[in-house]
Structures are given as structure tokens and as C-alpha cells.
């Protein structure tokens, strides 16, 4: 299984806030090998073990992650709609490269159901998931305070998921689910040389913050903040050529 080539220091434990038990259930998410498969699989490829243009074998995935193949294949088939698997009839599959301008032309459409997720949420949201966003906006501080990136993509994670099942709007989070995982690899790869940890952490808590307020205005002036910052981020990107052809 190809790797990044580079070693990461395993991450600092970050002390968790509130239960978030609505965050986790969406559509019955995590419930099946599949859904598992494809958690452990996004996240492989999120933080970049499994390396962009590299070639995907299930038999080797199959033995790394104790699975059977078949919850693998289901996986890596949703991997590939998401843009993060590139299946080549004949060639086998690889991980997508990065692309830089694929990135922001994402960015153009992430940024109105972003909005349109905060908003929702912002109305609609119950009393247990404005709990479980303050208790996110937390999290993500504390994980930013420790330096911790792994912590941090797997609460943007679960920011995304809650906020998806707080909208009360299937469609938008349809489609929010077709390039979380890109957007989450891209700023994985990056923040390091051209972002601030600690800045995007208070940003993704003020939109959880004001979510959990119920103003609407406010989430969705802290979304777009949320998103100037990142469009800001991806156009000072460089990539080694190797990553973007």
C-alpha cells in the first residue's frame, strides 16, 4: 500500500466535550461494513497514507484494515463519486491527484450550501444538537490550542455531519457530501505552509456558535467568513508539480 512517504507524530489526545450522539446518526452512518470501510478509507486518503496518484489494491487495503473485500470495493466505489478514487477500467484504481483549480472552482459551489447548511440549521436545530455544536466549537479550540490537526479534521468531520442532520434539507446535504472529503484533504496537505490552525478552528466555532444561538444572520456571516478564509487559503496554494499533474 503506498504511502505518503512522510511520518507524522502521533497526534496528542484531545478531551472531548459533551456526547454528541445526533452527530452520528445520519442515515444510519457507521452502522455497516461499508460505511466503516469507507470512514477508515476516507480518512486514509484525507490525511494523505494513502497518497494522491497512487495505485489502490483491495487485497492489500482488505489485509491493512481486517475487512473483507466486498466492503472495501462498496467503499472505494463511493470514494470514487466523491472525486477521491479514480476508477480506470482495465488500469485498476488510483487516489485522485490534487488539483488546485478543481479546488476552487469547489469552492464556488461549497460556499452557498455552506451558507445554506448554517442558515437552515440555525432555524431548525433542537435543544441536544445546540449542545452538541457548542460542545464541537470547543473542541475544535482546544484541539487548535494543541496543535492537534489529525483531532481537528475528525471534529470538522463531525461539525460537517451535525450540521448536515440539523438543516433538516436532505439535497444540501447530498451534495456537501460530494467534496467534504476533498476539501478536507486539500487543507490537510496545506495548512502546515499557508494556513493558520488556530484561525480556522475560531472561524468553524463561530459558525457553530451562532447555530447554536439560532441566529441565522449570524451563521450566515460566520459561514462566509469561514469561506473568504479558505478561498483566501486555496489561491495562495502552490503544489509541487508532482501532486498537480
Known amino acids: 500500500m503506498a504511502t505518503s ?3 507524522r507524530r502521533r497526534p496528542a489526545k484531545v478531551k472531548l466535550g459533551l456526547p454528541r450522539p445526533t452527530a452520528l446518526a445520519v442515515s444510519k452512518q457507521g452502522t455497516t461494513l461499508t460505511a466503516q470501510a469507507y470512514e477508515r478509507l476516507e480518512e486514509l486518503i484525507v490525511r494523505l497514507e494513502l497518497a494522491p496518484n497512487s495505485l489502490i489494491s483491495e487485497h492489500a487495503l ?3 484494515l481486517g475487512m473483507g473485500r466486498t466492503p472495501i470495493r462498496e467503499a472505494l466505489q463511493r470514494l470514487a463519486r466523491e472525486g477521491l478514487v479514480i476508477i480506470l477500467p482495465r488500469r485498476g484504481m488510483f487516489v485522485a491527484p490534487v488539483d488546485i483549480g ?3 472552482r469547489l469552492i464556488e459551489v461549497r460556499r452557498r450550501i455552506e451558507e445554506l447548511l448554517a442558515s437552515g440549521a440555525a432555524q ?3 435543544a441536544e444538537e445546540r449542545r452538541a455544536f457548542r460542545s464541537l466549537a470547543d473542541d475544535m479550540e482546544r484541539a487548535a490550542q494543541q496543535a492537534d490537526d489529525v483531532a481537528f479534521m475528525r471534529l470538522d468531520r463531525e461539525f460537517n455531519t451535525l450540521l448536515t442532520v440539523a438543516c433538516r434539507n436532505e439535497f444540501a446535504a447530498a451534495a456537501i457530501g460530494l467534496f467534504a ?4 484533504r486539500f487543507w490537510f ?3 502546515k505552509r499557508f494556513a493558520s490552525l488556530p484561525k480556522v478552528a475560531r472561524l468553524h466555532a463561530a459558525v457553530a456558535r451562532a447555530v447554536a444561538r439560532g ?3 449570524a451563521a450566515r456571516s460566520a459561514s462566509n467568513a469561514l469561506m473568504d478564509h479558505i478561498a ?3 489561491s495562495s496554494t502552490v503544489l509541487p508539480e508532482s501532486w498537480a499533474n
Open 5 to 7: 512517504g512522510t511520518r
Open 62 to 64: 482488505s489485509k491493512h
Open 102 to 104: 478543481a479546488q476552487m
Open 124 to 126: 431548525r436545530t433542537n
Open 181 to 184: 472529503g476533498l476539501s478536507r
Open 189 to 191: 496537505f496545506n495548512y
Open 215 to 217: 441566529d441565522d444572520k
Open 232 to 234: 483566501e487559503f486555496t
